[in-house]
């Protein structure tokens, strides 16, 4: 069975960074879609970032056009972790961020994943 682990919320203001980090384990990692996902109070979970492997070593990375320029995401598959480098947050940011991983061969939906961490909650006070 898959486990998926976040962490690295937190409090921080407006126009300020953090990094949130999701190690995985339990599967072949390196060829995991792994995802970053959030969910504001009263808003329906949305996709944020994804990172998924295409052949050997090549990766694409998809964002949500909202976090575009501001978000980075990336992968260390000797750690079995994934990153989500947050820059310039603002407080519309705000949300529970969940990591998730999904198997090769499955859909492509960015928002559809099979196995997901409990979440980690990033505030951005104004």
């Known amino acids: 069975q898959v486990q998926v682990v976040e962490s690295g919320g937190g409090l921080v203001q407006a126009g300020g960074s953090l990094r949130l980090s999701c190690s995985a384990s339990g599967g072949t990692f390196t060829t995991f879609t792994m995802g970053w996902l959030r969910q504001a109070p009263g808003k329906e979970r949305e996709f944020v970032a994804s990172?998924?492997?295409?052949?050997?070593?090549?990766?694409?990375?998809s964002y949500a056009d909202s976090v575009k320029g501001r978000f980075t995401i990336s992968r260390d598959n000797a750690k079995n972790t994934v990153y989500l480098q947050m820059n310039s947050l603002k407080p519309d940011d705000t949300a529970v961020y969940y990591c998730?991983?999904?198997?090769?061969?499955?859909?492509?939906?960015?928002?559809?994943?099979?196995?997901w961490g409990q979440g980690t909650q990033v505030t951005v006070s104004s």
């Open positions: 998730a991983a999904r198997r090769p061969g499955r859909t492509l939906d960015n928002t559809q994943y099979e196995y």
């Open positions: 990172t998924r492997w295409s052949d050997r070593t090549i990766y694409y990375r």
